[in-house]
């Protein structure tokens, strides 16, 4: 199994949802370096997004699930995003058999 990215952008052009499941499974646990790219990436974002635009973005956590819904089309918390998902689709051109991006 592999990581995987869903998400779906409304007709302008912004994020409706950005879900991310599983892992890696590039190595060991405690060795993964997909994985852990993944778990910064994501990460920085949501605490970025929590401490700045808590108020624009339902954030979930399940085991190796993050859901991340905007509430409306904030600009700035959009970009985040978009941010987010460019860094996570460089590391999929790097290791597709380990995180792979799926546009709804």
Known sequence: MNSKI???LNKKNAFEYIIIKGHANYAESG????CAAISAITNG???FIE????NYCKISYLSAELSIYPKND???????????LYQLENIANYYPSHIVLYKM
């Open 31 to 34: 060795q993964d370096i997909v």
């Open 51 to 54: 401490k700045n635009y808590k």
């Open 45 to 47: 974002t949501v605490n």
């Open 74 to 84: 904030n600009k700035d918390c959009q970009l985040c995003l978009k941010l987010m």
């Open 6 to 8: 869903f998400y779906k």
